[in-house]
């Protein structure tokens, strides 16, 4: 069955992308804020489909930040993205910049305001990075980062790439961690029954030297993230059981 409900989802998720991604194509002319709405419908509607398909839903704990922070999380699948862009209000997601090429997925992006980063720019994508931030940040949207640069399958050792806090200390804002366990119920193709955890764990405050705030970022997020995959086992072994 959940081979069958992940072709029902799959089957969901490229219509309504499709049809709303087209539908909507006039509002990139519109003010970036119409975009940014239409972001949060389109993710909303896939996390119906797949609660309601799928039979996966999820829960939020914590506090949701506000305004101007820098929000850290674990990335499992893609999943995670989504949610971000519907629970942050008006949030600024740090991207690699290809992204931007995508059609249609790269316009929508672009236009809804983030920060693109090309890697292979070294010094010059830092200096860019650090006067995009100061925008954002004067502009009260929080900013969010992957710290890990890129998707990782649950159980996967960390490995923290400095871009975030090169983030935390250009902006001199405060951070907050978010675990999660997307990665267990959210499998690429493959959408199992549960309910997917996203924590909102407290800030670390602004000030922390470079070695202090890694180390406690790292530490904040892989010990929730561990807890929530916890609980995400038990959940898939009731589920088979």
């Not at 720019?121 to 949207?141: C, D, E, I, N, P």
């Not at 267990?184 to 955890?197: P, Y």
């Not at 705030?213 to 904040?220: G, K, N, S, T």
């Not at 993230?225 to 916890?230: D, F, T, V």
Request: charged share 15%; glycine share 8%; aromatic share 10%.
């Amino acid at each position: 069955m959940t081979v069958l409900r992940s072709l029902l989802f799959f089957v969901y998720f490229t219509v309504v992308s499709v049809v709303l991604h087209i539908v909507a194509l006039p509002t990139l002319l519109l003010p970036r804020l119409t975009v940014v709405r239409i972001s949060q419908a389109w993710s909303r509607a896939i996390f119906w489909g797949l609660k309601w398909i799928a039979g996966c839903g999820f829960e939020v704990r914590g506090e949701i930040p506000q305004g101007a922070v820098l929000v850290a999380a674990k990335h499992m699948s893609m999943w995670d993205t989504l949610a971000l862009y519907m629970l942050l209000d008006d949030v600024c997601v740090v991207v690699k910049r290809e992204l931007l090429s995508i059609p249609f997925y790269g316009w929508y992006i672009k236009r809804s305001g983030v920060i693109a980063i090309d890697r292979a720019a070294g010094a010059s994508a830092l200096r860019q990075m650090a006067k995009q931030a100061a925008q954002m940040v004067a502009a009260g949207r929080p900013i969010a980062i992957f710290p890990e640069g890129t998707r990782v399958k649950p159980g996967t050792p960390p490995d923290y790439k400095p871009g975030v806090a090169g983030l935390y200390a250009l902006t001199g804002i405060a951070c907050v961690p978010v675990a999660l366990n997307s990665g267990q119920f959210w499998q690429g193709f493959l959408k199992r029954r549960g309910t997917i955890v996203i924590a909102f764990l407290p800030p670390i405050p602004a000030g922390l030297k470079r070695a202090a705030f890694m180390a406690e970022l790292e530490a904040r997020i892989e010990t929730a993230s561990n807890g929530l995959l916890a609980e995400g086992a038990a959940q898939l072994g009731a589920e088979h059981s």
